[in-house]
């Protein structure tokens, strides 16, 4: 079974940084499309940064500018660099890979556990 792994969350000052990190566990075949979202509380999940295998980001408008999104196909991991946090900035970060775990499989979306971001004022 394949296990999205999530590390890097904390408590920082507005203006810091941190850095986000997610692997799948177990072996698989490919991934393609990788993310992540967030969840505050009393608020609905939404998008932060998308990456394809094709190199091509998207990110919320809220967050352009400060974080980036990167991947390392070699290790199948999903980053996020988050710059000049803000205290809206506070949230459970989910992050998500579409991956095939074998050859045969079909594409399949997988989340990880979380990790809390709190940014204080």
């Known amino acids: 079974q394949v296990q999205l792994v999530e590390s890097g969350g904390g408590l920082v000052q507005a203006g810091g940084s941190l850095r986000l990190s997610c692997a799948p566990s177990g072996s698989i075949f490919r991934v393609n499309a990788m993310g992540w979202y967030r969840q505050a509380p009393r608020k609905q999940r939404e998008l932060v940064a998308s990456?394809?295998?094709?190199?091509?980001?998207n990110y919320a408008d809220s967050v352009k500018g400060r974080f980036t999104i990167s991947r390392d196909n070699a290790k199948n991991a999903v980053y996020l660099q988050m710059n000049s946090l803000k205290p809206e900035d506070t949230s459970v970060y989910y992050c998500?890979?579409?991956?095939?775990?074998?050859?045969?499989?079909?594409?399949?979306?997988?989340w990880g556990q979380g990790t809390r971001v709190t940014v204080s004022s």
């Open positions: 990456s394809l295998i094709s190199d091509s980001t």
């Open positions: 998500y890979m579409v991956i095939k775990r074998t050859a045969f499989s079909t594409w399949t979306e997988y």
